[in-house]
């Protein structure tokens, strides 16, 4: 009984700090988060094996709170275990009862919902877009499998959260793969923000759907301490076992439990000032003279430490150049026909980072014969770090930034086109500061035959927005790539490699001819110059790069000179580009076969800024395409052939001479 009392008065003070600082804050979610007062603290106190003093120490167990609006809970135990904290010059403190009144401040290491890249180290992940946690945790537990590690996991979800089909793609993973060392905690309160969840989310159903999937599940009272350790030894006593089948809790909850007069009308969000909060304060004291009857003063917690860590991998070595590594492959017969799909050049360079870096890691969606990371997976000492993530994109970038805060470099590959049902997760990843690669094939018109339902169009343009703002570390928030040749594909994929930060590259069905060769640098942030000119200047990237090549010839006929510049990278050198675009008397013209909105927007922003006068034509895909037999086809559908550039460079020039 005293174990009983103790959690339910460390539980209790927690809700009240939860109360308090929310009301300080003049926001939060102190209802939701009173709901998980006695699992976390029976986690954080008892159950997990991490060190305070070190909380993001390689052997540590982890807590992902997928129910982010929950976190004052979390931060409330933090502080009452004194776990520490960026302290300014470098340096570390503990966390004290005092930080927590900073919540939500623009100066504070709390934010509103859990971030750590704003220096609250007890996550992995930012969470608070509802349904990507478990992802997260199934990330780091198969990085804990092939690091040899026995870290435990511990996934919060909320019952209105389990709606979102991510939930689901995550726990199809679990139960496919028999991953025992991450356990799915569902918070079953009853409500969600306006009312109360539907009956598919009930307690009852929801342990069913995970019976159904092959989960060993355990329905308790969250609020029973007894119970909450009974759960969670058994989750222990089975974690990393062989043939014990993964493990659920489903725990029903009280929103806002401990003090009644928040457990009427809707306080989702709503933390009680004045009266209302002194009221429930005083309810909650009630509750802690009530429950804690039997607690003495010797009664304590004991925090397992984390196991030793082990050493880490070695250094990386040097991978072989393009054409060294098609000599291995036996495609040396390709090689000299001067051709080959950016797809291609792709997978056979992640296989060489896999064969010389140890951390890198590849996932795909069912994908990866089309990719070509199955190009790392056929690859027998490869295989254990390639990961089917199967249909299901949003678990599979999300297992991406789990693999990334368990130190791995994920390379995420699908379709260019289905990265698109993942945009969340990507941002989310790229708020969590996550080392990822994103690499999406069958990009733009080219695909041609398999019509708009398969080609990524608008995907440049969201990207590209991440490319105007500065991560936590000074760098663009996600770089984006589109090479133009097998050369250039193979040598972004090793820059990428070496970047610490987001980064997504687009690859191409077709076989494209070689434009490049192993002594051409490619550069996060640089662009080839192709052909010097001093009429206008032809701005492309990707398969673009190469109609805008035919168009030369047909330009130099209308004895027009032009530049050619292969703009792989966005964010660009913005003054070396208007240099490009002065030398040539101010005309430009940008070529994307992807809507707009992308490099004409990122062209036309550097010549804004510049101050200079130019004229800039945006050419890109002006309407929805439609299947075609070939990409040909396809550019004139669409008006981007070289015919096309070149009637466009003819009218520039004629419009600027008068």
């Known amino acids: 009984m005293s174990f009983e009392a103790a959690v339910h008065a460390q539980a209790i003070e927690l809700d009240r700090l939860s109360l308090e600082m929310c009301a300080e804050a003049g926001s939060g979610h102190p209802s939701s988060a009173m709901s998980l007062g006695h699992i976390v603290t029976t986690l954080m106190f008892h159950t997990m094996r991490w060190s305070p003093e070190y909380p993001a120490y390689p052997t540590s167990d982890r807590l992902i709170l997928s129910e982010g609006h929950a976190v004052p809970i979390v931060y409330a135990a933090y502080a009452r275990l004194g776990g520490t904290i960026p302290g300014g010059a470098g340096q570390s403190r503990p966390m004290t009862i005092e930080d927590l009144m900073t919540l939500r401040a623009v100066d504070s290491v709390l934010d509103g919902h859990p971030n750590p ?33 026995d870290r435990r996991f511990y996934c919060i979800i909320g019952d209105g959260e389990s709606r979102e089909g991510q939930v689901a793609e995550a726990l199809d993973m679990l139960a496919e793969r028999g991953l025992n060392t991450v356990l799915p905690i569902f918070n079953c309160n009853g409500f969600g923000q306006t009312g109360r969840i539907g009956d598919p989310q009930s307690p009852e ?23 909450i350790k009974a759960a969670l030894d058994a989750f222990v006593a089975g974690a990393g076992e062989d043939g014990s089948a993964p493990m659920a809790v489903v725990a029903t909850t009280v929103k806002g439990w401990g003090a009644p007069v928040l457990q009427s009308g809707n306080w989702h969000g709503k933390p009680p000032v004045g009266e209302t909060l002194n009221k429930a304060l005083a309810e909650l004291d009630e509750r802690r003279i009530e429950l804690t009857s039997s607690l003495v003063h010797t009664d304590a917690f004991t925090i397992q430490p984390p196991r030793e860590a082990p050493e ?19 495609m040396e017969s390709v090689l000299h026909t001067g051709r080959l799909a950016t797809r291609k050049a792709f997978g056979l360079a992640l296989k060489a980072l896999g064969q010389v870096n140890p951390n890198v890691v590849s996932i795909d969606g069912d994908v990866s014969n089309s990719t070509f990371a199955e190009t790392f997976a056929r690859d027998a000492e490869l295989a254990p770090r390639f990961f089917e993530a199967r249909i299901a994109e949003q678990n599979m970038v999300s297992m991406g930034v789990g693999f990334s ?16 049902r ?28 398999d019509g708009p339902s398969q080609m990524s169009l608008p995907d440049i343009a969201w990207f590209r927005s991440f490319s105007t703002v500065r ?26 490699a070496e970047y610490d930060g987001a980064c997504y590259m687009r690859t191409l069905r077709p076989e494209t001819e070689f434009l490049y060769s192993d002594n051409d640098v490619f550069n996060l942030g640089g662009f080839q110059v192709l052909s010097e000119g001093r009429d206008v200047l032809l701005v492309a990237a990707g398969y673009m790069v190469h109609e805008a090549n035919k168009a030369l010839d047909k330009l130099d006929g209308q004895g027009i000179s032009a530049t050619l510049v292969d ?43 510049s101050g200079d006068a130019f004229s ?17 086809q396809e550019l004139a559908y669409c008006g981007l052939t070289a015919d096309d550039i070149t009637s466009a460079c003819l009218h520039l020039l004629e419009v600027g001479a008068v």
């Open 117 to 149: 890249m704003e220096g609250f180290p007890f996550f992995d992940s930012a969470t608070g877009s509802l349904g990507q946690g478990l992802s997260t945790a199934v990330g780091l537990a198969l990085a804990a499998q092939l690091d040899g590690l």
């Open 205 to 227: 159903m929801i342990g069913r759907k995970l019976e159904a999937l092959g989960f060993t599940v355990h329905a308790i009272d969250g609020h029973n301490p007894s119970q």
């Open 312 to 330: 880490r991998a070695g250094e990386t070595g040097e991978a072989p150049s393009f054409n060294e590594m098609m000599r291995r492959s036996d």
């Open 405 to 420: 805060a368990a130190g791995k470099i994920p390379f995420v590959s699908t379709f260019a086109k289905f990265m698109t």
């Open 422 to 449: 993942a945009y969340d997760q990507i941002e989310m990843a790229i708020n969590s500061g996550a080392n990822i690669k994103l690499v999406g094939s069958h990009a733009g018109i080219s695909l041609a035959a």
């Open 471 to 496: 991560d936590h570390r000074g760098n663009p928030a996600c770089y984006v790539l589109q090479p133009s040749d097998a050369y250039a594909a193979y040598a972004l994929t090793m820059a990428m």
């Open 567 to 609: 703009l792989y990278s966005l964010p660009f050198d913005g003054d070396a580009l208007c240099d490009l675009a002065q030398a040539n008397n101010g005309y430009v013209i940008s070529l994307e076969d992807n809507y707009g909105g992308s490099i004409g927007s990122a062209v036309a922003d550097a010549l804004t800024e």
């Open 616 to 632: 800039l034509k945006q050419m890109h895909v002006a309407r929805i395409p439609k299947s075609a037999r070939t990409p040909e």
